[in-house]
């Protein structure tokens, strides 16, 4: 008999389930273990390690510079953390661009070495072929369209996409072949909610909106911006479930003070 608790893991099927079901799918980034941990444990479904690591966690002003091996390190951290809910880990800039052996490679490193469940990428028809290819070794993918941030220097602001016809009409084309190619799922961020409604009625694969609107079938945050550890960062989509930045800056100065006046440690405290 085992002595382990069966514990009901959330896998890319249960996402299509939910969807046909209409149950909204959560999803939220992590980057280490014990973030991961807390997420995982509060009944997260989805743990994204996101290059927004480039972001929050190396301070970087894009998700550009991020390599490979340092997602595969966030990856394995969370993948240690979590008991149940899924672990999608995005593919970063240069990983999967310039060939689909290229971009195969780069999933089955992933895979390997961080034990996360699947993998995510940005773009539509120009990479569909490598998506294909992924999937057929056996690994699923999240699919990720509208605003897709390794794309900065290409559209040269963070504003919302897919507000004129063109773009739109190409973004609907482009979901329809993700699905095709055999994604599980698709990101859309930062389009107008009609547009992702739509989308997301055409769809038998759940969508997670980020600034999507709410008839996405999902959503996703980065966890610094929804509990607020920097609270400069404050765009409409946002919204921001605790002030860290605030709590953490008081302990903190309420340390430095305790320790130069000697409050830090008491007897009780010492040995
Ligand atoms: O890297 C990330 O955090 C993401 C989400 C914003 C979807 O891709």
């Given at each position: 008999m085992s002595v382990h608790k069966e514990v009901k893991k959330i896998t890319t099927n249960t996402l299509l389930k939910m969807k046909a079901a209409g149950e909204k799918i959560s999803m939220i980034t992590a980057y280490d273990f014990s973030f991961a941990r807390l997420f995982d444990a509060a009944g997260i479904d989805v743990i994204l390690v996101g290059d927004s690591a480039s972001n929050v966690m190396a301070g970087h002003e894009t998700t550009v510079p991020i390599t490979l091996d340092q997602m595969i390190y966030h990856a394995q951290c969370v993948v240690r953390g979590i008991d149940r809910c899924l672990v999608v880990v995005d593919m970063p800039f240069g990983s999967y661009q310039s060939n689909s052996d290229i971009a195969l490679a780069s999933a089955i490193r992933i895979m390997k070495e961080s034990g996360a469940h699947s993998i995510k990428l940005e773009g539509g028809a120009e990479?569909?072929?490598?998506?294909?290819?992924?999937?057929?070794?056996?690994?699923?993918?999240?699919?990720?369209?509208?605003?897709?941030?390794?794309?900065?220097?290409?559209?040269?602001?963070?504003?919302?996409r897919a507000k004129?016809?063109?773009?739109?009409?190409?973004?609907?084309?482009?979901?329809?072949?993700?699905?095709?190619?055999?994604?599980?799922?698709?990101?859309?961020?930062?389009?107008?909610?009609?547009?992702?409604?739509?989308?997301?009625?055409s769809l038998a694969i759940p969508t997670i909106g980020i600034g999507a609107g709410a008839d996405c079938d999902g959503q996703v945050l980065v966890m610094h911006d929804m509990l607020g550890i920097n609270n400069t960062f404050r765009p409409r989509f946002l919204r921001q479930y605790l002030n860290l930045q605030e709590s953490i800056t008081g302990a903190v100065q309420q340390y430095i003070q305790d320790v130069k006046s000697s409050d830090f440690p008491s007897q009780a405290e010492s040995y």
């Open positions: 990479v569909v072929e490598s998506i294909r290819k992924i999937v057929s070794a056996g690994i699923p993918v999240m699919g990720h369209l509208g605003l897709t941030p390794q794309s900065i220097y290409k559209f040269g602001t963070y504003n919302v004129e016809e063109a773009e739109a009409a190409q973004l609907k084309k482009d979901a329809l072949l993700l699905q095709e190619a055999g994604c599980f799922a698709l990101v859309l961020e930062k389009i107008p909610a009609s547009l992702a409604r739509e989308v997301s009625q």
